[in-house]
């Protein structure tokens, strides 16, 4: 069974950096695309970024790109985004979650809560 | 690419039934059968209802159904009961996966 856990949020500056990190518990991490999906305050979901099973291939949303990379380590069953020129408009939770296909995001992680703020 | 539009707001009493709506257009909704409903009560994670427009993951009960006519789908919750009170959001893909903005819905 799945079970994603994600760390690395916290309170950033505008401008500031931070990288988060989601573990994966399941057997299957290195078969599965994966995904961050993240929701702002009171909003509604958002899509961030997605990355192939080995890493090759990689998408994200025009808000964030050139600003965020999405990364994986399959050794460790992890994946990673790491967040540079963070803005306060970034002020979310970011989910993790396995990418099985056409918007089939299943399970998600608890979230981490990402807060810019000066 | 906009937000799919879906109302703010949807009530039944225990034993009807609801269903939410999810407005796109003919490059999303209407392009392909990739529609995906997300359950999410307060503070917890979003969870998966619905898929490929009508499909339900294992674990889901047959309360919960889903379709879809030109650039509309909507998910069905048929026997409402207290436990179905959650935001509902929809989804879909375009090039990128869009959702749209939620649905709270109360069970009166």
């Known amino acids: 069974e799945v079970q994603l856990v994600e760390s690395g949020g916290g309170l950033v500056q505008p401008g500031g950096s931070l990288r988060l990190s989601c573990v994966d518990s399941?057997?299957?991490?290195?078969?599965?695309?994966m995904a961050w999906v993240r929701q702002a305050p009171g909003k509604g979901l958002e899509w961030v970024a997605n990355i192939n099973p080995d890493g090759s291939a990689k998408n994200h949303v025009d808000s964030v790109r050139g600003r965020f990379t999405i990364s994986r380590d399959n050794a460790k069953n992890s994946l990673f985004l790491q967040m540079n020129s963070l803005r306060v408009e970034d002020t979310a939770i970011y989910y993790c979650?396995?990418?099985?296909?056409?918007?089939?995001?299943?399970?998600w992680g608890q979230g981490t809560l990402v807060t810019v703020s000066s | 690419q906009s937000a799919l539009t879906q109302p703010p707001s949807a009530s039944g009493s225990p034993g009807q039934s609801v269903t939410i709506s999810c407005t796109g257009s003919s490059s999303d909704v209407g392009a392909n059968n990739y529609v995906s409903w997300y359950q999410q009560y307060p503070g917890k994670a979003p969870k998966l209802v619905i898929y490929?427009?009508?499909k339900r993951p294992s674990g889901v009960p047959d309360r919960f159904s889903g379709s879809k006519s030109g650039n509309t789908a909507s998910l069905t919750v048929s026997g409402l009961q207290a436990e179905d009170e959650a935001d509902y959001y929809c989804?879909?893909?375009?090039?990128?996966?869009?959702f749209g903005g939620g649905t709270k819905l109360t069970v009166l």
């Open positions: 399941g057997f299957t991490f290195h078969n599965n695309w």
């Open positions: 979650a396995p990418d099985r296909g056409y918007n089939r995001f299943d399970p």
């Open positions: 490929e427009v009508t």
């Open positions: 989804a879909t893909y375009g090039g990128r996966t869009v």
